[in-house]
């Protein structure tokens, strides 16, 4: 019930296109869902997070849509970019807990 | 990276040894965390510690042991009873101040044993 389920495992976009990377959760006491960018090498680097009191939250070409009855949230990155290709991961956690859950990760490559 | 050290980024030891990894803070966060990064399988906790002389397991803790003694430390070592200790290891950090929890994530250090 902790699981968070993440897909595709592999992305490519041409630039100028979107990526979409979509994630899954079971446990319905999640309230915290941030998306986390890596580049090669490094450490991850939050993105962007969003609470189930909204179904969308944007900020400039990233934008996490909710669906709480779905138990789904989504990544868009619209007029994706070279700069973009990293791994990206989605997570879920308990506001009142202390972890975070990650789904496996996307490797998202964008094409010049 | 902010204000996350670990050293070195990258690691090497035969097999049989133990090896302790450094994760030093100065952002005084409470919560500390230990993350192992394989390909393909995300994230996984391996221990954290939410205040100082205090941890506990995460879901792969199995071969490897942890110490909060002050604050701005939370050293990981990973001993010979850990099956396949290659791996990049994450440490991060996080406010721990009720609402706020942002982790951040320290450069990693890259294990390597043969």
């Known amino acids: 019930q902790q699981q968070v389920k993440q897909s595709p495992q592999s992305l490519i976009v041409q630039k100028g296109g979107i990526s979409i990377i979509n994630c899954a959760y079971e446990?319905?006491?999640?309230?915290?869902f941030p998306w986390y960018q890596q580049f090669p090498g490094k450490g991850p680097a939050l993105l962007i997070a969003?609470?189930?009191?909204?179904s969308e939250k944007k900020e400039g070409r990233f934008t996490i849509s909710f669906n709480k009855s779905a138990k789904q949230f989504s990544l868009h990155i619209m007029d994706s970019q070279p700069g973009d290709s990293a791994t990206y991961f989605c997570?879920?956690?308990?506001?009142?807990?202390?972890?975070?859950?990650f789904g496996e990760g996307t490797q998202l490559t964008v094409n010049p | 990276d902010g204000g996350i050290t670990q050293s070195p980024k990258y690691l090497f030891r035969k097999e049989g040894q133990n090896v302790t990894l450094s994760c030093e803070q100065n952002?005084?966060?409470?919560?500390m965390y230990w993350y192992r990064q394989d390909p393909g399988q995300g994230l996984r906790l391996i221990y954290y510690?939410?205040?100082?002389?205090?941890?506990q397991k995460g879901d792969i803790a199995e071969g490897y042991s942890v110490s909060r003694e002050k604050k701005e430390s939370f050293p990981l070592t990973v001993t010979s009873a850990q099956k396949n200790p290659t791996a990049f290891y994450l440490c991060?950090?996080?406010?721990?101040?009720?609402?706020?929890?942002?982790?951040?994530f320290g450069p990693g250090t890259r294990l390597t044993v043969t």
């Open positions: 446990n319905t006491a999640f309230d915290y």
């Open positions: 997570a879920a956690g308990v506001t009142s807990g202390s972890r975070l859950t």
């Open positions: 510690s939410q205040i100082v002389n205090d941890f």
């Open positions: 952002l005084n966060h409470d919560a």
């Open positions: 991060a950090t996080e406010p721990g101040h009720g609402l706020i929890y942002e982790q951040y």
């Open positions: 969003i609470r189930p009191d909204v």
